[in-house]
């Protein structure tokens, strides 16, 4: 199912790791270089924790990345007495609007003061994954796909919300196929997405919940169910996502934040998700982010992926493409590549 003409770095960023792939033409997927590192938040949220426990200030250069640990680490720094600076754009990374962001107690200015730790942010950590590879003696790939959880530019309503509508608008245009969710150049809308873009121009980005369900689709099995009608999950980290397939036709699907979920909770979602009865309103009240149904799909095949999947569906069966679940977005993402670039 995947088999390109051209070395590709594929990384997946989550909340809680980013998960890479080399791969190589010629080089069995089983034998290709693989990382799970800490993911980009958790890393600037350590050196935002350091400055803290210095007594130091915090300057934040770099782009818009995803929040998570950083934001509650920043909240930390603040709450310590300590000032917090930054930039206009590194300043998106806490909200949309800036307003917000000085609301919070952060200055935005395009300079740090003498005294300042400054912490990078982005979610494209190059130069820090350019150094490792080359201890290995491994050339960077010429060739990148990187895959970020994106909610849009939404600096005056709830960003679940926008996010969700996003997905189902473009379900909507692409009469709910499957790789609909993706679109390449990423929207403009995407700011998160559009970030990474401006690190690596010619990248494949997008975003980690459809390419990990993608990706679950390389292992022989999920694929073979897929034809008679499969409920597709991904237990990430941060957020959970539920689709119902069949063939590459999504009759529907439905976010939440994993740790609002326990194992009861989400097979009733996925049951009413198949029979249609599941409404966005109600997943959204219980602070996820949505559902939509297009038709019920009713099948007792269900696959899951994800480093929560044996905490929340220990008895669904466990999807690990070329035998490694961790990186199922990482093979969605070289799927993707091999679709859009053909290559």
């Not at 594929?10 to 590192?37: C, F, H, M």
């Not at 990078?120 to 994954?129: A, F, G, N, P, S």
């Not at 050339?139 to 919300?161: F, K």
Request: proline share 6%; net charge negative.
């Amino acid at each position: 199912m995947i088999d390109l003409k051209t070395s590709l770095l594929a990384i997946d960023v989550g909340r809680g790791t980013q998960d890479i792939l080399v791969y190589e033409p010629g080089r069995s997927i089983e034998n290709s270089i693989k990382l799970v590192l800490p993911s980009p938040t958790v890393v600037t949220a350590e050196k935002i924790r350091q400055a803290t426990r210095a007594g130091l200030p915090v300057f934040l250069d770099g782009y818009l990345m995803g929040g998570g640990a950083n934001t509650g680490a920043i909240r930390e720094h603040l709450a310590a007495g300590l000032p917090v600076y930054a930039t206009e754009e590194a300043a998106l990374t806490l909200h949309d609007d800036p307003e917000r962001v000085r609301a919070l107690g952060v200055e935005i200015r395009a300079t740090p003061p003498g005294d300042a730790e400054t912490v990078r942010t982005t979610d494209y950590m190059e130069q820090e994954l350019r150094q490792a590879l080359s201890l290995f003696g491994v050339d960077y790939p010429g060739n990148v796909a990187v895959a970020v959880q994106d909610h849009g530019y939404s600096p005056h309503r709830s960003n679940r919300i926008h996010r969700f509508e996003l997905m189902r608008e473009r379900l909507d245009a692409g009469d709910w196929d499957l790789l609909s969710l993706v679109t390449d150049p990423p929207l403009a809308d995407m700011t998160r997405m559009q970030a990474v873009r401006s690190q690596a121009p010619d990248a494949l980005v997008t975003d980690t919940g459809p390419v990990a369900l993608i990706g679950t689709l390389c292992d022989p099995r999920v694929r073979q169910m897929a034809k008679d009608g499969v409920t597709l999950v991904n237990a990430g980290n941060g957020h959970t996502l539920c689709f119902t397939l069949k063939g590459r036709e999504i009759h529907g699907l439905f976010e939440h934040h994993t740790g609002a979920l326990d194992p009861a909770k989400l097979q009733d979602y996925i049951r009413r998700l198949a029979d249609g009865t599941l409404t966005s309103e109600e997943v959204f009240d219980d602070n996820g982010h949505g559902a939509a149904i297009r038709r019920p799909l009713k099948t007792g095949a269900v696959v899951v992926t994800g480093p929560n999947r044996l905490r929340l569906l220990p008895e669904a069966y466990q999807a690990a493409p070329f035998g490694d679940m961790m990186l199922s977005g990482c093979f969605g993402l070289a799927y993707l590549w091999k679709e859009f670039r053909k290559a």
